[in-house]
């Protein structure tokens, strides 16, 4: 069955060093992959979105890369900040699926002043 | 712009009890979804409209919830009758069309407690 593997466990950095989170997936072949900020009590926020043919996104102080071979994308923010602190999901589209959007369980940063 | 609103924010029912949540999505956006995030998941897709009518309902447990977008604008959920394992918090997302690249705007979810 299709799996999209975030790590459960929260990420603890201190400010200025750069966050780096996985998301791995299974028996998929995404066509996008799109990650999304949720802090709590909130929806999720849209903040990239990289494509299959695509290596690397970037934007800000944030960048994707997607390793199609791997099955796995890694989400960067370098120069992090307390304001960073969130949830981090990311979410898998497969081809022709109409807009429909896997997620993964997310990845909780902590980034400490 | 205004964004995707929904109400109410908070819902406490008891088992088997009934419950309905509105949403209202961001103007002209044609595609609307409800997805059901259980603490600590990820949202799961329940439902997705393309205007008024239903594009995928698979994951959707028909047997105790429903949903419509009547008008194709603002949509409702429905639980009846409502279980303990249907604590969650149910969001409600809109696109401004289908295409596969269209970014997707949440509400801030109803957090709905089954007692």
């Known amino acids: 069955s299709q799996k999209i593997e975030q790590n459960s466990e929260a990420l603890n950095i201190q400010e200025g060093k750069t966050a780096t989170l996985t998301c791995n997936y299974t028996n998929y072949s995404p066509a996008y992959l799109q990650w999304y900020r949720q802090d709590p009590g909130r929806g999720p926020v849209f903040l990239l979105l990289?494509?299959?043919?695509?290596k690397e996104k970037r934007k800000e102080r944030l960048k994707v890369t997607f390793d199609t071979t791997l099955k796995q994308s890694l989400f960067h923010i370098t120069a992090s900040q307390p304001a960073d602190s969130a949830t981090y999901l990311c979410?898998?589209?497969?081809?022709?699926?109409?807009?429909?959007?896997?997620f993964g369980g997310g990845t909780r940063l902590m980034v400490k002043p | 712009e205004a964004g995707v609103a929904q109400s109410p924010r908070y819902k406490i029912i008891e088992k088997r009890q009934s419950v309905a949540f509105w949403c209202n999505p961001i103007?002209?956006?044609?595609?609307l979804y409800w997805y059901q995030q259980i603490l600590g998941q990820g949202p799961k897709l329940l439902i997705q409209?393309?205007?008024?009518?239903?594009?995928?309902d698979s994951q959707l447990p028909k047997d105790r919830f429903s949903a419509e977008r009547l008008k194709g604008v603002d949509s409702t959920l429905k639980i009846q009758p409502a279980k303990l394992e249907d604590s969650a918090v149910y969001l409600c997302?809109?696109?401004?069309?289908?295409?596969?690249?269209?970014?997707?705007?949440f509400g801030p979810g109803t957090r709905l407690t089954v007692l």
């Open positions: 409209f393309q205007n008024n009518g239903v594009v995928d």
């Open positions: 103007s002209g956006h044609a595609t």
């Open positions: 979410a898998l589209m497969g081809r022709n699926a109409g807009n429909m959007l896997t």
């Open positions: 990289i494509r299959e043919n695509e």
């Open positions: 997302a809109s696109t401004q069309a289908n295409r596969e690249s269209d970014t997707q705007y």
